[in-house]
């Protein structure tokens, strides 16, 4: 699940649409997606489980984004430093 994390960060974390939004928002709408996404579990799980399951997510989420912003102050200094492909992809 991880490897799919880190392709929807790579995929998202120079969205120019969400520019100024918060390492917390980001996260969140990593969490968010992912859970959508993976809608089938609350179908296999009974949906008393589901905080537990998010929970998951959010940590692996967690884990994923600070590697991947590893030596950046936030998700702003690392939206800041690439700027240039920003302004590509938007």
Do not use: W
């Given at each position: 699940m991880k490897s799919t994390i880190?392709?929807?960060?790579?995929?998202?974390?120079?969205?120019?649409?969400?520019?100024?939004?918060?390492?917390?928002?980001?996260?969140?709408?990593?969490?968010?997606?992912i859970f959508q996404e993976m809608?089938?579990?609350?179908?296999?799980?009974?949906?008393?489980?589901?905080?537990?399951?998010?929970?998951?997510?959010?940590?692996?989420?967690?884990?994923?984004?600070?590697?991947?912003?590893?030596?950046?102050?936030?998700?702003?200094?690392?939206?800041?430093?690439?700027?240039?492909?920003?302004?590509?992809?938007?």
């Open positions: 880190a392709n929807l960060i790579d995929e998202e974390i120079l969205n120019s649409h969400f520019l100024l939004e918060s390492d917390a928002d980001f996260m969140q709408r990593i969490c968010n997606h809608s089938y579990l609350r179908k296999l799980a009974p949906s008393a489980h589901s905080q537990e399951i998010f929970e998951e997510i959010e940590d692996q989420v967690l884990e994923v984004f600070k590697i991947k912003t590893y030596g950046y102050s936030n998700l702003q200094h690392y939206r800041k430093v690439h700027g240039a492909k920003i302004a590509r992809i938007g």
